[in-house]
């Protein structure tokens, strides 16, 4: 992880802490990046998160699905002959 601190000087153990904080704040989520601004008795944290993979999921033939690939030959024609409208 990538750790900024911008302004006084912080120990390890306070940055440490604040990396503690920021897991359990942010749980599930992978944090890539702090930054600690300290200006007096004020701190500010910004995280930077990984990006999280997903999968288009799409409304086709009254079917929710991400890819056609598990649909048969006669749904694959009704996806086909579709009309698709596009937005200018």
Do not use: C, W
Request: aromatic share 10%.
């Amino acid at each position: 992880m990538k750790v900024n601190v911008i302004g006084e000087q912080l120990s390890q153990q306070e940055i440490d802490a604040y990396i503690d904080y920021g897991k359990k704040k942010y749980r599930g989520r992978e944090i890539t990046e702090m930054t600690v601004t300290t200006d007096g008795d004020f701190v500010d944290l910004k995280y930077g998160f990984a990006d999280i993979p997903f999968d288009r999921i799409r409304r086709i033939t009254g079917y929710l699905v991400g890819t056609l690939d598990r649909f048969n030959d006669g749904k694959r024609a009704e996806e086909h002959d579709r009309v698709k409208h596009t937005v200018s």
